[in-house]
């Protein structure tokens, strides 16, 4: 029979865990299909119970997401304009089914190139709070996520929450996906931005790229070249070339590099729209 522990104590959590023989659980939606079978065949170690793990907490120092908050919880939740993109995204990542028992801290620890949470986390700065029992340690999203399925989490740490910085919660995001079909689909390529107008010039512009390369990645060239720029302006700055740098995109079975790089130049200038309006 497959062992199965949800403690209530991060003391409890970090004592199983330095055991070993464990698999983290979250919501399950990446961990069950993995295992192509009607049992798991693994020590699961479920950490929904543990405190704090499904709180969204506004504070003078930013917003703190817990790392077991679930997409349906995030879409529905009060958050300030800077994180409409990242509720877009929580809207499309699956169905209905999947938004409800998903979390965003285990899209990130799955580590998918294509995981929805990733590129509007980026421009919000995210930060993740993880914990061992050496102690706990902060580290920023783009160091987090290190390959395709890899990232920088040890093996007897816990990635508790997230933390978006208050400077970060300026303007307003968007984000834009683009797939086989409008829903329950595997990202070809999708962009988020954050974005802040002073005097009609773009004054704060933060853009991310995810499904093109084998991390989600913040799109700096771009950043750079738009800043200070009227709107209109900066849209015709974003062309592929501008992107390569950056993204340097993948050939699969869903889209060749080329092909990558121009729909993630005609998302950015999407996205980087939407959050105008």
């Not at 999203?141 to 890899?150: D, K």
């Not at 300026?170 to 595997?186: E, M, N, T, W």
Request: proline share 6%.
């Amino acid at each position: 029979m497959t062992d199965y522990a949800r403690p209530d104590t991060l003391d409890q959590a970090l004592g199983l865990l330095a055991a070993g023989g464990w698999r983290v659980l979250a919501g399950g939606t990446d961990l069950y299909p993995a295992t192509q079978r009607q049992a798991l065949g693994f020590a699961a170690l479920d950490l929904t119970a543990l405190p704090g793990m499904t709180a969204i907490t506004e504070t003078p120092e930013g917003l703190y997401i817990g790392a077991g908050v679930t997409w349906s919880a995030l879409a529905a939740a009060n958050l300030p304009p800077a994180c409409a993109g990242l509720q877009q995204a929580a809207r499309q990542v699956g169905g209905w089914q999947i938004q409800n028992a998903g979390t965003v801290g285990g899209n990130l620890c799955n580590a998918s190139p294509a995981a929805d949470g990733a590129p509007p986390l980026l421009v919000l700065e995210a930060e993740l709070e993880l914990v061992s029992p050496r102690g706990p340690r902060r580290l920023p999203l783009v160091e987090f996520l290190t390959g395709a399925r890899q990232t920088a989490l040890a093996a007897d740490e816990l990635l508790l929450t997230l933390h978006l910085p208050r400077k970060a919660l300026a303007g307003r995001s968007a984000f834009q996906k683009l797939g086989a079909r409008a829903h329950l689909v595997i990202s070809i390529a999708m962009v988020a931005a954050r974005l802040r107008l002073e005097g009609g010039v773009i004054a704060e512009l933060a853009l991310s790229a995810g499904a093109c390369a084998p991390t989600a990645r913040r799109l700096a060239a771009a950043e750079t070249a738009c800043r200070g720029l009227p709107l209109a302006e900066a849209l015709a700055r974003i062309t592929p070339d501008l992107l390569a740098a950056d993204l340097a995109p993948i050939d699969d079975v869903r889209g060749s590099a080329a092909y990558r790089l121009e729909a993630a130049a005609e998302l950015t200038r999407r996205a980087t729209m939407e959050a105008v309006a």
